[in-house]
């Protein structure tokens, strides 16, 4: 039996601390002191959250989503046109300020790969950016960007990526993930079997089918993976 494990990165095996809105807002601050207007920080941050959002889930591409909320929170301008096209490059240049691995990840690849067991990466969100967040953590597996592949978690086809690249039974392909929602109910709605990783202790969502494994730690994943090996063999 061959199991191989797919893996979310944002609060699964990085964070990257805010990077996307850290400099929105620092554009956004610049822009309202050169146009002479007041920037209220607290409102930007809160929508800037709602239309990142937006972007995340196939909704919109970042650089529409950024002019709109520039022209919102810091007036209208050309320079609102500059910035939101140039976003993308100016995110990922400071990507290396901000990337930072979870804690055992790299000691669960290390050991994944000791199995022999196969993994990739399938994330949400827009490239370069998503990519170059695997690169910071010395990721080297195969990396799928829902804005690359054309579909985003939940749906089904941005899990049947992974069943392509494995080339194995839906069920044979762990998908490794912190979202209840996004991770956990779209890979097994896509066949999957679906692993939570509950670092944070947030409560599992009413209605939201359970995963078939919940893990605190990444760390636990090569034990529970060998061990179902184990019983398979057996």
């Known amino acids: 039996m061959q199991i191989a494990v797919g893996f979310d990165f944002d609060h699964t095996l990085g964070i990257d601390n805010k990077l996307e809105r850290t400099v929105a807002l620092e554009i956004a601050s610049t822009l309202c002191a050169q146009r002479g207007a ?4 607290a409102a930007a941050t809160a929508r800037f959250d709602e239309e990142i959002a937006l972007v995340r889930r196939g909704d919109a ?8 909320w520039l022209q919102a929170v810091a007036g209208s301008g050309n320079e609102n046109v500059i910035e939101a096209g140039r976003f993308r490059d100016t995110v990922t240049a400071r990507a290396p300020e901000f990337v930072r691995a979870l804690p055992g990840a ?3 690849l290390d050991a994944l790969d000791a ?3 196969r993994y990739a990466m399938l994330s949400n969100g827009w490239s370069p950016l998503q990519e170059e967040k695997a690169r910071l953590i010395d990721f080297e597996a ?6 690359r592949i054309g579909s985003w978690k939940p749906a089904a086809p ?3 990526a992974l069943v392509r690249l494995f080339d194995l039974p839906p069920e044979n392909v762990w998908y490794v993930g912190d979202d209840p929602e996004q991770d956990c109910a779209g890979a097994l709605a896509a066949g999957l079997t679906a692993v939570w990783f509950d670092w944070e202790q947030r409560a599992y969502p009413p209605g939201v089918p359970p995963a078939q494994y919940t ?4 760390e636990e994943l090569p034990g529970l993976l060998q061990g179902r090996l184990g019983e398979a063999a057996n």
Not at 61 to 68: K, L, N
Not at 215 to 218: G, K, P, R, S, Y
């Open 158 to 160: 941005a899990f049947a």
């Open 115 to 117: 199995l022999g067991v």
């Open 142 to 147: 195969p990396v799928y960007v829902s804005e």
């Open 106 to 108: 790299k000691a669960t």
């Open 215 to 218: 893990i605190h730690a990444l």
């Open 61 to 68: 591409p970042v650089e529409t989503m950024v002019e709109g």
């Open 38 to 41: 007041a920037f209220d920080a």
